[in-house]
């Protein structure tokens, strides 16, 4: 059973290279004929062939590859085109106030409070997503676990929540807007006041962010260990990281609430 489902797996992540989730190119190594191999000292060597697994690729119908193909195949169509969700209008990806990227950093505070009351502890104050990290936005209409995969494409992204001092997290808002492409997205609870390039004001669930107080934040692995330099020069303390991959707690909660409209609601306003 464990190498048949490790025979899936393999399929799977083939089909996401064809799909353009994956964008390096995959090949797969089988043996020429399952009878052709050479001895030698306490070994075998089977003779075997690469066989690049694109767009171009045709299984030979005599092929045992063939069937395990076809196989995989009918697994990627009924997972990836079951429907997870509903958006009720477009949502965009755009920076630094996108619909997409305000659902899922709720989504993300939401599972980051879930986590820490399974533990009995302080649920997150905050949420953080880069926006590097959502490669497309999603139409209005039915949302695919294909789509979510396409949108959040990295298999080793996980949830983290850690602690930081409010004074580091002034900091890490500060550099923020140092170019609006690396604007970052935050969960509702966050309002920035950007002027003239300097941050004006920030407040956390109604508050003026203190200094001296310790915040709660959920965010993911990749930003944790200081991607797009978000946290470069922020001192955290990881408090706990999910082990399942933070695509799959975006794709539970696009089931377990079903239907979304996409907001704007000033968490970043921008004054030139």
Not at 103 to 113: M, P, Q, R, S
Not at 135 to 154: H, Q, Y
Not at 206 to 214: E, N
Not at 222 to 251: A, C, H, W, Y
Request: proline letters at 4%; a positive charge.
């Amino acid at each position: 059973m464990k190498k048949t489902l490790t025979i899936i797996l393999l399929g799977l992540a083939v089909l996401f290279s064809d799909c353009a989730i994956a964008q390096k190119r995959a090949s797969l190594i089988l043996p020429e004929s399952s009878n052709t191999q050479y001895s030698g000292k306490n070994q075998v060597w089977h003779v075997s062939q690469l066989i690049p697994l694109d767009k171009s690729f045709v299984p030979r119908k005599d092929s045992r590859i063939m069937q395990y193909y076809d196989s995989v195949r009918l697994l990627y169509q009924l997972y990836f085109n079951d429907v997870a969700a509903e958006a009720l209008n477009d949502l965009s990806n755009e920076a630094p106030d996108g619909t997409l990227a305000n659902i899922l950093t709720d989504a993300l505070l939401e599972a980051g409070a879930t986590e820490m009351q399974r533990q009995n502890a302080t649920a997150p104050d905050l949420a953080l997503l880069n926006f590097g990290g959502i490669r497309e936005p999603i139409p209005a209409g039915p949302i695919t676990i294909g789509k979510i995969f396409s949108v959040l494409p990295f298999d080793n992204n996980n949830m983290v929540v850690v602690d930081v001092k409010g004074g580091e997290l002034r900091k890490m808002f500060f550099n923020n807007l140092r170019e609006l492409k690396n604007a970052q997205s935050f969960s509702s609870g966050v309002r920035l006041v950007y002027k003239g390039g300097i941050l004006d004001s920030v407040s956390i669930n109604g508050k003026p962010l203190d200094d001296s107080r310790t915040y709660r934040m959920a965010t993911i692995n990749f930003v944790e260990n200081g991607g797009d330099k978000i946290l470069s020069d922020v001192k955290t303390q990881n408090i706990f990281t999910q082990t399942q991959p933070f695509r799959t707690t975006m794709i539970e909660y696009f089931k377990a609430k079903g239907k979304f409209r996409g907001v704007k609601d000033g968490r970043v306003t921008i004054i030139k």
